[in-house]
């Protein structure tokens, strides 16, 4: 469900990508527990999915939270914390720039 989810986003379906985004995370959360490394690979690729759809405050919201779990879980150094940071900072470029 999370590859198809990604190809979703890869082919420009935001909407059906959140949405299925959603629905593995809820599944993630349960089986494989809210601070699995997995689970947080998702809440940035959903993170990613509000980003595109316009949903700038979410976005921004659900990487902060998937940074500091990431930061726990996998250390400061790890490179999902990277891409996770970059992510955030590419995010509140275009913030800025769609700001008045």
């Known amino acids: 469900m999370g590859n198809l989810a990604n190809s979703y986003q890869n082919l420009g379906k935001h909407a059906e990508a959140a949405g299925l985004g959603q629905k593995v995370l809820e599944r993630q959360t349960v089986i494989l527990g809210p601070d699995h490394p997995a689970t947080l690979w998702t809440m940035g690729n959903l993170a990613s999915s509000y980003k595109h759809l316009g949903k700038y405050t979410e976005a921004e919201q ?26 955030l900072a590419n995010l509140q470029e275009q913030m800025q720039e769609a700001s008045p």
Do not use: E, N, S, W
């Not at 902060?64 to 150094?77: M, Y």
């Open 62 to 87: 659900l990487y902060h939270l998937v940074i500091r779990k990431q930061i726990a879980v996998l250390g400061q150094d790890h490179p999902d914390v990277t891409r996770t940071k970059d992510a």
